[in-house]
T-cell receptor, first 114, second 113 residues
Framework: NAGVTQTPKFRVLKTGQSMTLLCAQDMNHEYMYWYRQDPGMGLRLIHYSVGEGTTAKGEVPDGYNVSRLKKQNFLLGLESAAPSQTSVYFC?????????????FGAGSRLTVL | DAKTTQPNSMESNEEEPVHLPCNHSTISGTDYIHWYRQLPSQGPEYVIHGLTSNVNNRMASLAIAEDRKSSTLILHRATLRDAAVYYCILRANYGGSQGNLIFGKGTKLSVKP
């Protein structure tokens, strides 16, 4: 029962470096999401996908790109990391987008940008 | 987007029931009420959800007011493991962006031995 797996769990970057966070789910879910969480705050939606090959912007998309080439994977990319992107990133998936569907979250990826 | 209001923090004693309130006065007729919790240093975890009727599962109960403008998450017997931030969120019954979960700051529940 892997559920939602995020890699890497921890990463330290220097300003200007690039990196990709990988989210993989084994539940055949259509919808996938990337959130970020800053200290003492709730989660904020960065990007989401409603199916393979689709992506859409969430609440705080600037500085991030995403891709959903395979149904089970949702990648979050930082092309030029900034200290403001220091955060914990959570991936989630859902079988559908209706109110009756619930989200399953990964354990998080902690990113520090120096 | 319909918003929810929760107390910032609550305290409970171990093995006692806990009632976590949530106000959502602008809820629409098709919004589902979702509860998630986040244990320290972990990702959010689904707890329970409902539309109009009260709901029970192995983790908790959800009591929804008749006018649906408020709800209460009930933990029947709090344990130390229940110490977490609890989020009450409305999820629109549509696909796409309208169904996205918007998290607030939630209620931080502390459980005393």
């Amino acid at each position: 029962n892997a559920g939602v797996t995020q890699t890497p769990k921890f990463r330290v970057l220097k300003t200007g470096q690039s990196m990709t966070l990988l989210c993989a789910q084994d539940m055949n879910h259509e919808y996938m999401y990337w959130y970020r969480q800053d200290p003492g705050m709730g989660l904020r939606l960065i990007h989401y996908s409603v199916g393979e090959g689709t992506t859409a912007k969430g609440e705080v998309p600037d500085g991030y790109n995403v891709s959903r080439l395979k149904k089970q994977n949702f990648l979050l990319g930082l092309e030029s990391a900034a200290p403001s992107q220091t955060s914990v990133y959570f991936c989630a998936s859902s079988s559908g987008g209706s109110g009756a569907n619930v989200l399953t979250f990964g354990a998080g990826s902690r990113l520090t940008v120096l | 987007d319909a918003k929810t209001t929760q107390p910032n923090s609550m305290e409970s004693n171990e093995e006692e029931p806990v009632h976590l309130p949530c106000n959502h006065s602008t809820i629409s007729g098709t919004d589902y009420i979702h509860w998630y919790r986040q244990l320290p240093s972990q990702g959010p975890e689904y707890v329970i959800h409902g539309l109009t009727s009260n709901v029970n599962n192995r983790m908790a109960s959800l009591a929804i007011a008749e006018d649906r403008k408020s709800s209460t998450l009930i933990l029947h017997r709090a344990t130390l493991r229940d110490a977490a931030v609890y989020y009450c969120i409305l999820r629109a019954n549509y696909g796409g962006s309208q169904g996205n979960l918007i998290f607030g700051k939630g209620t931080k529940l502390s459980v005393k031995p």
